[in-house]
């Protein structure tokens, strides 16, 4: 049976609902499938907080003429975090920020580096922090970092496990240690991989070790994804079998002529 793909169109119909954006404003919500999906965890991870009883809302970097809201989300390293949407969440006392591609200082993070340590996660969930005067390669600090995912529009292999492990000693080694009563963490989902596809046998080895070994992240694809926010997807196309290349013939040696 054929995997199912990403029903980008279908994906985003459903962002231009959640963002209360225009028909017309589609490509808001990306150019290629990998930043639609990008999008749709984005919102996903949003809509995840409204479930477990935050009050969300959504801020944008501006208004048009007819009042209408500025959506804009940031599909790049580049850029200023005060140019596009994020959302402020609520619960108690407490406030946090879910932002796109944003950029953070390490956990490892000394202050005698040359250069800034630092990563840009596709979406993180901070303290509620003033970043307006905040340029484009300016790290926020890892401090205020509450969680992150990570979106790859792919199945995962083995070595995509390993590679989210490492961002995730780099940004918030605290999910390999064995909480504390007052972790923070707590309150929140923890540091995820979400994978448009499937995960291979490989990397359901490696996630079975994860497990046994108590760490503090998850794994999500289509199917395990954000409940309250599912992923649209399409049976894939059959694939066309390509005609066969005629046989190579054979030379023998003594039949050239020198």
């Excluded at 994020?86 to 200082?105: D, M, N, P, W, Y």
């Amino acid at each position: 049976m054929a995997e199912p793909w990403v029903d980008q169109a279908e994906t985003k119909k459903r962002l231009v609902s959640f963002f209360s954006a225009a028909s017309k404003e589609l490509h808001l919500f990306g150019a290629t499938v990998n930043q639609t999906f990008e999008a749709h965890v984005f919102a996903g991870l949003i809509s995840h907080y409204a479930e477990l009883g935050w009050k969300t809302k959504l801020v944008h970097p501006g208004k048009k003429a007819d009042g209408s809201a500025v959506v804009r989300l940031k599909f790049s390293t580049r850029g200023k975090p005060s140019g596009y949407t994020h959302a402020v969440c609520e619960k108690g006392s407490t406030r946090v920020q879910i932002r796109h591609q944003l950029r953070v200082f390490t956990a490892h993070r000394t202050g005698r580096e040359k250069r800034l340590p630092s990563v840009c996660l596709d979406v993180a969930v901070i303290d509620d922090t003033d970043l307006d005067a905040l340029k484009t390669d300016d790290p926020v600090p890892n401090a205020i970092l509450c969680s992150f995912g990570e979106a790859k529009h792919m199945s995962a292999y083995a070595e995509l496990v390993a590679q989210f492990l490492g961002i995730v000693h780099e940004i918030m080694p605290s999910s390999f240690a064995k909480p504390k009563p007052t972790d923070r963490q707590a309150h929140h989902p923890w540091p995820f991989l979400f994978v448009s596809g499937k995960f291979y046998p490989s990397a359901e080895g490696i996630v079975e070790t994860i497990v046994a070994r108590a760490l503090r992240v998850r794994f999500f694809n289509h199917v395990s994804g954000f409940k309250g926010f599912p992923l649209a997807m399409t049976p894939a196309p059959p694939k066309v079998k390509k005609p066969r290349p005629p046989p190579i013939s054979v030379v023998n040696d003594d039949d050239i002529p020198f």
